[in-house]
């Protein structure tokens, strides 16, 4: 690797990370919002976690598409496509009301996202010397927007009502079409299809099930939990504990690609998610453990974020690299879109241990089945 391509590599990857850092608010701040205004926007709680989703399960079957779409036209097309088409999801956060126009605006961001999802985790790694490097500051740029726009929206919020944020996030994202523009135009070259569903391998079920826990009951148990704590409060309390979770990772997520320099991705992996099982755990005792786990799963989801990308990247050199973590992050959608669902119907009837402790076992067990590669990869 020359000292031009790895500089080509830098500036592709801060692109990219800042295309994503700026239309991602406006989807963070939506889990915040919309569980606690759901009349606002004519919707029932029910309804809104359907919405809320949507954008994920919309990107199980899409995917493959966005993927063979961003190998043949280039990540420059893809995303600039994607940030135009996030300026108009947001917006319409603000706009329109009820299950069936805001769903509209759901699945439109979340084809958008799975572009921009792709683009950051193939450019880190289309050079793999300094891949899990670049992954690490790259998850720190993109956690910075979300974490901006919970604090400043949670308190927008409180002052001039939930429509008015999404207006102003829809402004913020217009720019990120400009760094987009700048990412490579060249094609990354079409592999033999696109991530197909099929039957799971190891790595397919760690995503799934990292997917359900940390990002489907793990995020919303945390929103709920903040609520209670704080319930005059609600709004500015869940941001808050939101909030930190983008700190963390703008934070600890280069001290992640790090780690993984010095022990290797797939180890550093493995030794963090069965952690953060224990931190799960943790949540489901109850008491002071209660708060001591969540704040160390914060934590170690931040470092663990950068991760899976080389890990996969590795294993799928060549043209297979971008189907290759397109699959990754379907099989991670498919838990993160059924995780709310599960969260809504569990947190009011479950005790918290028979949630967090099932939920900690799943995570351990799939994390100790990729503890080797896959046969078939390469």
């Known amino acids: ?12 990857t801060r692109n990219a990370s800042l295309t994503l850092a700026l239309t991602l608010p406006g989807d963070v701040v939506l889990y915040l919002i919309l569980p606690l205004h759901a009349a606002v926007f004519g919707v029932s709680l029910p309804e809104a976690g359907i919405l809320l989703a949507a954008n994920r399960l919309v990107r199980i079957a899409g995917y493959g598409w966005v993927a063979r779409f961003y190998a043949e036209r280039g990540p420059r097309a893809a995303c600039m496509l994607a940030a135009a ?42 050079i793999q010397e300094g891949a899990a490097r670049r992954s690490g500051w790259s998850r720190s740029i993109v956690a ?5 726009g919970l604090a400043g929206g949670a308190l927008l919020a409180e002052w001039a009502g939930p429509r008015v944020v999404f207006l102003l996030l829809g402004a913020v994202s217009v720019p990120a079409i400009l760094f987009a523009a700048r990412l490579p135009a060249v094609p990354e070259g079409q592999a033999k299809g696109g991530p197909r569903f099929s ?3 190891a790595f397919d079920l760690w995503a799934f099930t990292f997917g359900l826990t940390m990002d489907g009951l793990f995020i919303i148990g945390l929103s709920v939990l903040a609520a209670a704590t704080l319930p005059e409060g609600a709004t500015l309390a869940a941001g808050a504990a939101l909030a930190l979770r983008y700190a963390a990772e703008i934070l600890l997520s280069p001290a992640g690609g ?3 320099g010095r022990l290797g991705a797939r180890r550093a992996l493995v030794g963090l998610s069965l952690a953060t099982a224990c931190g799960l755990l943790l949540l489901g005792v109850g008491g002071v453990l209660l708060w001591a786990g969540a704040l160390g799963t914060v934590l170690l989801r931040a470092i663990i974020q950068p991760l899976p990308g080389p890990v996969v990247a590795a294993e799928n050199p060549g043209a297979g690299r971008v189907p290759a973590l397109a699959r990754q992050a379907t099989w991670r959608d498919i838990g993160a879109g ?19 402790g099932g939920a900690a076992a799943m995570l351990a067990v799939a994390s100790l089945a990729i503890r080797r590669p896959h046969r078939g990869a390469g």
């Open 1 to 12: 690797m020359t000292a031009a391509e790895a500089a080509r590599a830098d500036r592709d």
């Open 85 to 126: 088409a996030s300026v108009v999801a947001t917006t319409g956060y603000a706009l329109l009301s009820g299950l069936w126009a805001l769903l509209v605006a759901r699945l439109v961001w979340g084809l958008a996202f799975a572009a921009m999802n792709i683009a950051v985790q193939a450019l880190p790694t289309a």
């Open 144 to 148: 910075a927007g979300p974490m901006l």
């Open 199 to 201: 039957l799971p391998r």
């Open 258 to 260: 790090w780690l993984a």
């Open 338 to 356: 059924a995780g709310p669902l599960l969260a809504g119907f569990l947190l009011p009837v479950a005790p918290a241990l028979m949630i967090y």
